[in-house]
């Protein structure tokens, strides 16, 4: 049983911080790539950052210098640092992974508010 399990959501106000963790368990093929995405309301999933095993990034244009993604292969840990957040960052984030076997995987989701 695959299980991706995100912590770090939460309530901050414009400027603000947060920190989104991701941990992957049970997957039998090794753990490609991971990252984040996000869904606002009324609107559709979109890709915020993603990182592969070896380190590459890719970041959507507009968290470019305001997030950071890393990882932790050892941990199968994904991390999503977030600065200066912004009202229409408000949405609920959704920690990916991709296996060896191109086999996809989704966590629940975690909301993020940020509002004054």
């Known amino acids: 049983q695959v299980q991706l399990v995100e912590s770090g959501g939460g309530s901050v106000q414009p400027g603000g911080s947060l920190r989104l963790s991701c941990v992957s368990s049970g997957t039998i093929f090794p753990i490609n790539a991971m990252g984040w995405y996000r869904q606002a309301p009324g609107k559709e999933r979109e890709l915020v950052a993603t990182i592969t095993r070896g380190g590459n990034t890719n970041y959507a244009d507009f968290v470019k210098g305001r997030f950071t993604i890393s990882r932790d292969n050892i941990k199968n840990t994904v991390y999503l640092q977030m600065n200066s957040l912004k009202s229409e960052d408000t949405a609920v984030y959704y920690c990916?992974?991709?296996?060896?076997?191109?086999?996809?995987?989704w966590g629940q989701g975690t909301q993020v508010t940020v509002s004054s």
């Open positions: 990916y992974s991709r296996s060896d076997n191109l086999i996809d995987y």
